[in-house]
């Protein structure tokens, strides 16, 4: 779904939004944020979210893996980890009941990587194949992270590269190669809670993972919800192997033109920012890194504490006074 269709739905429930309002939710229809949270007592905020995708890779197992990292995503985005998730799928009639099994097994095993239980869910009958998870975290309410606390002197981080719609989208026409592919695969399947944690314990101000809206749309979100301008320093994001290739080559997915009609608008961009990395950070991301802003003072330590843990985490910008977005 592109952006301009989601921004309808969500004016959809702008009557209803009075009627569902409690006390007790933190996060909900009215924020727009990762996920719904609801704050149960002083220690125990629950979050809750839902995510599913169609395949992005050919190997069953593969594709169920990847389907529950980027449904986890969202909760690892507000600061959670991870507690009970159902299965959400719907599959073709004439499916072969053992690639159903692989998703379903490849979702489970990810599932228990997080430490999580899977505790069923619902499938459908589908002409589309689609799997994913619903998903229930545990968190702190004091500790909750959402998109609308980034300050201006905050650094930007990301914690992985960019470029796996591009090179899942190569991968479709036969132009990708298997190493950048199989670097796109690893990167979609790693989990971002280490990432979490870290956002969590040495004090990040604002969060969000970098998905369907691509880099430029998603660091928009935090700058409109947090008040803010983020400046980004192109020369400094990273990309998977193969993304820059895949971008000169103009292999771009359709979700790219869509994320470029709504959020082009809002961005400042240098003489300097060339057209297809431009177009390269409006790219909708599968199972991207989460996307933080943390304050100068505990930046040193955030890069330590990734660089002992093993964990990639990429300074891209920084947060400023003003509204929207800055390429430089």
């Known amino acids: 779904?592109?952006?301009?269709?989601?921004?309808?739905?969500?004016?959809?429930?702008?009557?209803?939004?009075?009627?569902?309002?409690?006390?007790?939710?933190?996060?909900?229809?009215?924020?727009?944020?990762?996920?719904a949270v609801y704050r149960v007592s002083e220690d125990l905020a629950v979050i809750l979210t839902v995510d599913f995708l169609t395949p992005v890779a050919d190997d069953p197992f593969t594709y169920g893996a990847i389907a529950a990292a980027n449904s986890m995503s969202d909760v690892y985005a507000m600061g959670g980890r991870v507690v009970l998730a159902l299965n959400v799928a719907g599959f073709p009639e004439e499916m072969p009941h053992d690639l159903i099994t692989g998703i379903f097994q490849g979702?489970?095993?990810?599932?228990?990587?997080?430490?999580?239980?899977?505790?069923?869910?619902?499938?459908?009958?589908?002409k589309e194949p689609f799997y994913g998870l619903a998903v229930l975290g545990f968190a702190k309410p004091s500790e909750v992270l959402s998109k609308d606390g980034a300050n201006a002197g905050d650094i930007v981080f990301l914690s992985k590269p960019l470029g796996t719609g591009i090179i899942t989208s190569a991968a479709a026409g036969n132009a990708a190669s298997e190493d950048h592919l199989k670097s796109a695969m690893e990167s979609m399947l790693r989990l971002n809670s280490g990432c979490s944690g870290m956002a969590v314990s040495m004090g990040a101000t604002a969060c969000t993972d970098v998905t369907g809206f691509?880099?430029?749309?998603?660091?928009?979100?935090?700058?409109?919800?947090?008040?803010?301008?983020?400046?980004?320093?192109?020369?400094?994001l990273p990309f998977l192997d193969g993304a820059e290739e895949y971008a000169e080559n103009w292999l771009f997915p359709g979700g790219t033109c869509r994320n470029l009609a709504a959020f082009e608008s809002?961005?400042?961009?240098?003489?300097?920012?060339?057209?297809?990395?431009?177009?390269?950070?409006?790219?909708?991301?599968?199972?991207?890194?989460?996307?933080?802003?943390?304050p100068e003072a505990v930046a040193g330590r955030l890069r330590d504490y990734a660089e002992e843990h093993g964990m990639e985490l990429y300074d891209i910008g920084r947060v400023e006074e003003g509204t929207g977005l800055n390429l430089v």
Do not use: N, Q, W
Not at 278 to 283: C, N
């Open 214 to 236: 691509g880099l430029a749309g998603h660091v928009l979100e935090i700058a409109d919800r947090s008040g803010v301008m983020m400046t980004i320093d192109i020369s400094s």
């Open 107 to 126: 979702g489970a095993s990810k599932i228990s990587e997080a430490g999580a239980i899977l505790a069923g869910g619902h499938t459908v009958m589908s």
């Open 266 to 294: 809002k961005i400042r961009r240098g003489k300097d920012v060339e057209e297809e990395i431009f177009r390269l950070i409006h790219t909708p991301e599968t199972s991207g890194g989460l996307l933080l802003t943390a």
């Open 1 to 35: 779904m592109g952006p301009e269709a989601l921004s309808d739905i969500l004016e959809c429930f702008g009557d209803i939004i009075p009627v569902m309002h409690d006390e007790h939710v933190m996060y909900g229809l009215d924020s727009a944020d990762d996920a």
